[in-house]
Nanobody, 126 residues
Framework: QVQLVESGGGLVQAGGSLRLSCAAS????????MGWFRQAPGKERDFVAA????????YYADSVKGRFTISRENAKNTVFLQMNSLKPEDTAVYYC???????????????????WGQGTQVTVSS
């Protein structure tokens, strides 16, 4: 069965950095798009970033552009999210996801993904 396991979350002060990782297993993911979403308490799950199979297509939410960088290592079925200049409003549970969205809009929305991780907490203190 498919498993996605996130790691790297934690508590950091505003202005600090964290690097999230997500390792996928259980099938081949050739051609997939890998993404990150986040959900703060009482809010909907929001798109953060996504990257295509060939790594030449990356997408970011406006709120994280210039601060977060998504990357992937296909040989290890792993996706990363480097988060710099963190703000208290970045506090959320971060989820990785894998899917095969056929449009940019789908790649930036939760319905575009089939497989999800359990999430990792990121807390940014002010």
């Amino acid at each position: 069965q498919v498993q996605l396991v996130e790691s790297g979350g934690g508590l950091v002060q505003a202005g600090g950095s964290l690097r999230l990782s997500c390792a996928a297993s259980g099938r081949t993911f050739t051609g997939s798009t890998m993404g990150w979403f986040r959900q703060a308490p009482g809010k909907e799950r929001d798109f953060v970033a996504a990257i295509g199979w060939r790594r030449d297509s990356t997408y970011y939410a406006d709120s994280v552009k210039g601060r977060f960088t998504i990357s992937r290592e296909n040989a290890k079925n792993t996706v990363f999210l480097q988060m710099n200049s963190l703000k208290p409003e970045d506090t959320a549970v971060y989820y990785c996801a894998v899917g095969y969205p056929i449009t940019t809009a789908r790649a930036m929305s939760a319905p575009g993904y089939t497989y999800w991780g359990q999430g990792t907490q990121v807390t940014v203190s002010s």
